[in-house]
């Protein structure tokens, strides 16, 4: 079982950055398919950005060119850089892990972005 927590979530003003962290368990880690989803008030779920474990990235339209998707195996950790935050951008942050084939592993428990001035 893989359990994941994030961390780097907070408070912070349009055109503003954040760092949101995910630290995995296991030694499964660089076979994992890491992705960031984030879940708005009354909106469903949805993927923002997803690596393999190899690097190869993919990122939700909205996010292009914004946020950076990024892992680092050794640490089995991955990172969101979020650039030019946007009030768009207010929502519950949560990691994913997933095999190759796309079967989902585990949740994290979430992480608060709320960009506001």
């Known amino acids: 079982q893989v359990q994941l927590v994030e961390s780097g979530g907070g408070l912070v003003q349009p055109g503003g950055s954040l760092t949101l962290s995910c630290a995995a368990s296991?030694?499964?880690?660089?076979?994992?398919?890491m992705a960031w989803y984030r879940q708005a008030p009354g909106k469903q779920r949805e993927l923002v950005a997803r690596i393999a474990g190899g690097g190869a990235s993919n990122y939700a339209d909205s996010v292009k060119g914004r946020f950076t998707i990024s892992r680092n195996n050794a640490k089995n950790t991955v990172y969101l850089q979020m650039n030019s935050l946007q009030p768009d951008d207010t929502a519950v942050y949560y990691c994913?892990?997933?095999?190759?084939?796309?079967?989902?592993?585990?949740w994290g428990q979430g992480t608060q972005v709320t960009v506001s001035s």
């Open positions: 994913n892990a997933a095999t190759s084939l796309g079967r989902f592993v585990s």
């Open positions: 296991g030694s499964m880690f660089s076979m994992l398919l």
